[in-house]
């Protein structure tokens, strides 16, 4: 059975960091591409980012290049975000996924306010 746990999420300031965690269960994680999503309030899901087994590829989306950075720890079958200058449209639930599988975690909240 497939599990994904998000953790991390919180309260922080414009142009503050946070780093996500997802813990993964359930499959050969380190085998598996990895997908961070957000959704924020009243919007669809968009991707954030996309990274392929040891790192040999990693993609972000427009809006946080520059500011976000995916990376990977096989060993502890997690994957982060490390997201750094928050800014008022980043606020949203950001979950993660594993490519093949159709289940989501909880996700974790992110909020950004003054």
């Known amino acids: 059975q497939v599990q994904l746990v998000e953790s991390g999420g919180g309260l922080v300031q414009p142009g503050g960091s946070l780093r996500l965690s997802c813990v993964a269960s359930?499959?050969?994680?380190?085998?598996?591409?990895m997908h961070w999503y957000r959704q924020a309030e009243g919007k669809e899901r968009e991707l954030v980012g996309t990274?392929?087994?040891?790192?040999?590829?990693?993609y972000l989306s427009a809006p946080m290049r520059g500011r976000f950075v995916i990376y990977r720890d096989d060993a502890k079958n997690t994957v982060y975000v490390q997201m750094n200058n928050l800014k008022p449209e980043d606020p949203a639930v950001y979950y993660c996924k594993d490519h093949t599988g159709s289940s989501w975690g909880r996700g974790t909240q992110v909020t950004v306010s003054a």
């Open positions: 990274i392929y087994p040891g790192e040999t590829f990693i």
């Open positions: 359930g499959f050969t994680f380190s085998a598996q591409v």
